[in-house]
């Protein structure tokens, strides 16, 4: 089990210093990877007695910044060793089923009430600014030095009942609920 996670640790370190540090792809292809990597990292609570069947979903709500690049993710990564699925939804209170929800940057006066409205479900929110950030969501993707880096809310995970691998917390900038 170490071994294993070891190996996938060493490869999104491999996929992450290629991918941020290569000039031709675009940022969302990128944070796309990263999207990924990091759910293979992260444990939902009963992932041990859902069906294998199941589909693993990715919810964004608002305009898609991704364009083809997380459809295009759909054909080829199976995070979990399940089938992946994109929705595109207006509301929080539709991400029932959504493992993975991105909260784009237009919905960004409505993060708050987003994040209220999928309180207490294990879901996965991300996003790609400070007001994501500051509104709590769990992972936020980030840009420091020219480079796609991504910050976690510990506190946002335990309050969904996520766990986060610590390997892949090393990895991240861990940032705390505003007070």
């Known amino acids: 089990m170490m071994r294993q996670i070891h190996r996938r640790l060493s490869l999104l370190l491999i996929a992450c210093g290629v991918v941020c540090s290569a000039q031709t792809l675009e940022e969302y292809q990128m944070k796309t990877a990263y999207m990924l990597n990091i759910a293979k990292f ?3 609570p009963g992932e041990d007695t ?3 069947a199941e ?5 964004v709500v608002g305009l898609d910044p991704f364009g083809h ?6 054909a080829l990564e199976s995070p979990k060793g399940r089938p992946l699925n994109v929705r595109r939804i207006s509301s929080g209170s539709q991400a029932a089923g ?3 929800v991105f909260l784009s940057s237009s919905e960004r006066k409505k993060f708050a009430a987003l994040l209220t409205e999928m309180e207490g479900l294990p879901i996965l929110t991300m996003g790609d600014s400070d007001q994501a950030r500051d509104a709590g969501v769990v992972v936020n993707f980030c840009r420091t030095a020219g480079r796609i880096r991504f910050e ?3 506190e946002a ?10 390997r892949l917390l090393s990895l991240a900038t861990i940032v705390k609920n505003p007070n």
């Open 50 to 52: 859902r069906p294998v």
């Open 98 to 100: 959504c493992r993975i």
């Open 55 to 59: 589909p693993f979903t990715i919810c």
């Open 69 to 74: 690049w997380l459809d295009d993710a759909v």
């Open 42 to 44: 992260t444990d939902w």
């Open 152 to 154: 976690v809310n510990v």
């Open 157 to 166: 995970a335990e309050k969904r009942k996520l766990r986060i691998s610590a």
